[in-house]
């Protein structure tokens, strides 16, 4: 379409061309589902009345059986019918028409009109509709926006940018909130950037751009995961606008795209240098970046890039402790592990059970006996004990690596507060003790078990069973006793 169609002026009435129009949606269009009134539990009974009339009835019908209704619309209920009527553009302009009768439409309705034609590519009457808005004296920024939305959702471009270049003649300043308005619509559509660019080269020197401007094309870059591009975009931001805290979402964006492309440590100079300049990212910057570091399982560049977030003087909360916590301890790195817990306090965020459980593993599969049993007195003590999970594979590793007394105390502590399941505890501690030969014991811990009605598993009782045997007749007979009663309660 050419600026001048675009340009033209005709009618100051919404056109009757459209009561020739097919009766349904464009067949290219047909997959696509708009918001229906079903889909709104606070819609007006009237408005729901009409929506539904609008879904039911032909549009050369539909005149008459509106004016059979009886109701008389007022500008909220059009309103509500137009917003919920996309899948029934040529039904809702009928509607308009209709209702224009008994109350003359607002901007507002007149604007549903205009997305309403251009989102089903009814671009002629959508451009009809414009017209009358100008005629009206009702047509406003938000109208463009509109179109422009609908030009880029349908990939026509072109005529998105040439609506731009006539907003002029219909009596609009081509301002910066309008290139925005159109940049945002262009990067909201998927590799789109290179339109965006030239639009923007084009304009920048008669628009001056603002720090929303570079923030919709660093967001575009980083959408298309493009390092370079948005290197060259920033730098173009700082020369012409400087540092700002104003400008934080475009810093956002840049620094993510940085991340995201595995420019971390660049990321990291970056966030000094906006630090020197209070431009410092909001918390959600850090918390994406924690996301994408613990998906990437890279701990090395989180130390450095949580220090910097601290310098900035933000406070992260306990999801984020949790997040750096469980990263460390999954590359083993207790020391640091150690180093956050000890710090979370200090900024308001108490850790909880995932915390300690997370940092008792790291130490349990790193076998680090002695910081096993010193961590589980502090996490009784401040009432976070372990989970069973936890449980077992300590009292396992404590076996294993010399320590059987730290193990007994972490069984006798789960006999004494009733935790439970006990079943997978009861049997590693049976195995670790008859492993180093604590035979006597095992006994003594078999009967205990069984009494509370903990069931050993056969396995459990088979190695009993070869350890028992090798020790000579009395031990032999200690077995046989004990596996009289663990058959008899498998009855």
Sequence with gaps: MK???????????????????????????????????????????????????????????????????????????????????????????????????????????????????GKNQSFEPMWDAVRSMKQEGLLSLATFVSVFGSYCTAHRFSEATMSFDVMGKYG????????????????????????????????????????????????GWETEGNVAKAKNTFGEMVVRLGWSPNNIPAYDAFLTTLVRGSHVDEAVKFLQVMEGHNCSPALKFFSNTLDILVKRNDSTHIVPLWDTMLGGGLVPNLIMYNAVVGL??????????????????????????????????????????????????????????????????????????????????????????????????????????????????????????LDRRINIFYSTMEKLKNAFYKEGRSLRDKYDSLSRRWKAMQM
Excluded at 25 to 38: A, C, D, G, K, Y
Excluded at 176 to 192: H, K, P, T
Excluded at 207 to 219: C, N
Aim: aromatic share 8%; charged share 20%.
């Design 172 to 219: 609009l300043q081509q301002d910066v909130v309008a290139v925005n308005s159109l940049l945002s619509a262009i990067c909201r559509e998927d590799n789109q950037m290179s339109v965006a660019i030239e639009f923007f080269d084009r304009i920048k020197m008669k628009i001056p751009p603002d720090g929303d401007t570079y923030a919709i094309l660093l967001e």
């Design 328 to 449: 460390l301890c999954n590359n083993n790195d207790v020391h640091n592990a150690f180093r956050f817990l000890d710090e979370m306090v200090l900024h308001g965020a108490f850790p909880d059970s995932l915390t300690y459980n997370m940092i008792f593993q790291c130490l349990v599969r790193n076998k680090r006996v002695r910081d096993v049993g010193r961590f589980f007195v502090e996490m009784i003590k401040n009432e976070w004990p372990p989970t069973s999970a936890n449980y077992v594979v300590a009292i396992k590793m404590l076996l294993e690596n010399d320590d059987p007394e730290m193990a007994i105390d972490i069984w006798n502590y789960m006999t004494e507060n009733c935790v439970s399941p006990l079943e997978e505890s009861a049997n590693e501690l049976l195995i670790g003790l008859c492993n180093i030969g604590r035979l006597v014991e095992v006994k003594t811990f078999a009967e205990t078990i």
């Design 3 to 117: 600026k001048e169609a675009i340009a033209e002026n005709h009618s100051t009435t919404l056109p009757t061309k459209l009561q020739n129009q097919p009766h349904s949606i464009p067949n290219n269009l047909q997959p696509h589902r708009f918001p229906t009134h079903l889909d709104a539990p606070d819609i007006s009974p009237t408005a729901r009345i009409l929506c539904d009339l609008l879904s039911r009835v032909s549009p050369h019908d539909i005149e008459s059986a509106l004016s059979c209704t009886g109701i008389t619309p007022t500008s909220e209920v059009i309103q509500q019918v137009l917003s919920f009527s996309y899948n029934h553009p040529f039904s809702a302009v009928k509607f308009f028409r209709w209702a224009g009768r008994f109350v003359k439409p607002s901007a507002y309705a007149w604007n549903l009109i205009v997305d309403l034609l």
